[in-house]
C-alpha cells in the first residue's frame, strides 16, 4: 500500500501561517513617532500655559514686596485682562516708592487680584 504522506505531498496545499505577512513595518513606527512627539508638544504646551500661574504660587512666600513687585510687574504681558489704573498706581508705588508698613498685605492684595487678571475673570 502507497505511503499516504509521500504519495500525496505534492497536491496538499501548506499551511497558512497565523499571521499574514504584511509589507513593512515602517508605516507603524512613523505613526508611533507622531503621536510621540504630538503628546510631547501638548505637555510642552500645557506646561508654558501654566507657567505664569506657577511664577504667581511661587511670588506668594516671598519676604521682600518691593522686588516681588517688581517681578509681578514682569507677568503683566500674560494678563488676559489689563489691569485696572488703580491697581497699576498701587504697584508702581509698592515698587518705587518708600518703605510701608503695609506692604506686605498690599502686596499680597495685588496677587490675588492678579491671578483673576491673569485668567480674564472677575
Given at each position: 500500500?502507497?505511503?499516504?504522506?509521500?504519495d500525496?505531498?505534492?497536491?496538499?496545499?501548506?499551511?497558512?501561517?497565523?499571521?499574514?505577512?504584511?509589507?513593512?513595518?515602517?508605516?507603524?513606527?512613523?505613526?508611533?513617532a507622531?503621536?510621540?512627539?504630538?503628546?510631547?508638544?501638548a505637555?510642552?504646551?500645557?506646561?508654558?500655559?501654566?507657567a505664569?500661574?506657577r511664577?504667581?504660587?511661587r511670588?506668594?512666600?516671598?519676604?521682600?514686596?518691593?522686588?516681588?513687585?517688581?517681578?509681578?510687574?514682569?507677568?503683566?504681558?500674560?494678563?488676559?485682562?489689563?489691569?485696572?489704573?488703580?491697581?497699576?498706581?498701587?504697584?508702581?508705588?509698592?515698587?518705587?516708592?518708600?518703605?510701608?508698613?503695609?506692604?506686605?498685605?498690599?502686596?499680597?492684595?495685588?496677587?490675588?487680584?492678579?491671578?483673576?487678571?491673569?485668567?480674564?475673570r472677575?
Amino acid at each position: 500500500m502507497p505511503d499516504p504522506t509521500q504519495d500525496l505531498a505534492d497536491i496538499v496545499e501548506p499551511q497558512i501561517p497565523s499571521i499574514a505577512q504584511t509589507g513593512s513595518d515602517w508605516p507603524l513606527i512613523a505613526a508611533g513617532a507622531v503621536m510621540a512627539i504630538a503628546l510631547l508638544a501638548a505637555l510642552y504646551w500645557h506646561w508654558r500655559r501654566r507657567a505664569p500661574r506657577r511664577a504667581l504660587q511661587r511670588l506668594r512666600g516671598r519676604t521682600d514686596p518691593q522686588r516681588a513687585a517688581g517681578e509681578l510687574a514682569a507677568l503683566l504681558p500674560r494678563f488676559k485682562r489689563a489691569p485696572e489704573p488703580q491697581w497699576w498706581e498701587e504697584l508702581q508705588r509698592l515698587r518705587f516708592g518708600p518703605p510701608q508698613d503695609d506692604a506686605q498685605l498690599v502686596f499680597e492684595r495685588l496677587r490675588r487680584e492678579a491671578a483673576t487678571l491673569l485668567q480674564g475673570r472677575r
